[in-house]
């Protein structure tokens, strides 16, 4: 009888823990997410990306206005991931523009070394 009771009172400090530790867990607004998401968009665009990866800089976007409606309507999870999304295209956007920005400046190089070649040659 005392071993059912151990047993009984063991089961509801159980439960009781995985119901705090349950509202514990709950989906927190992803505003630091979305915030983040936002930033570097922000530096994406300053180093030219609308130019030289339009169209992960168009997805970013895209995916920070499906979180920032996801926020309106409380679908924090979707809101989450979106703003997840948003963060990995803005931050490959930047990457490939300035990628692109060092190719073309390692281009200009090159070139102004070759004129300087031909040009001792002379």
């Known amino acids: 009888m005392i071993a059912k009771r151990v ?24 505003t630091e997410k979305i915030a983040n998401a936002e930033l570097a968009i922000s ?9 030289l990866a339009p169209i992960e800089l168009r ?24 703003a997840e999304k948003a963060l990995l295209d803005a931050t490959l956007a930047e990457t490939k523009a300035e990628s692109e920005t060092a190719r073309q400046a390692a281009k200009q190089m090159r070139e102004s070394i070759e004129t300087l070649r031909q040009e001792t040659r002379r």
Do not use: H, W
Not at 59 to 82: G, I, S, V
């Open 59 to 82: 997805q970013a976007e895209d995916n920070l206005q499906k979180a920032k409606a996801a926020m309106k309507t409380e679908e924090l999870e979707k809101a989450r991931r979106f």
């Open 7 to 30: 047993v009984i009172y063991s089961l509801s400090v159980l439960g009781g823990i995985l119901l705090i530790s349950g509202c514990g867990g709950a989906v927190k607004p992803p």
């Open 43 to 51: 530096r994406a665009q300053d180093s030219n990306a609308k130019t």
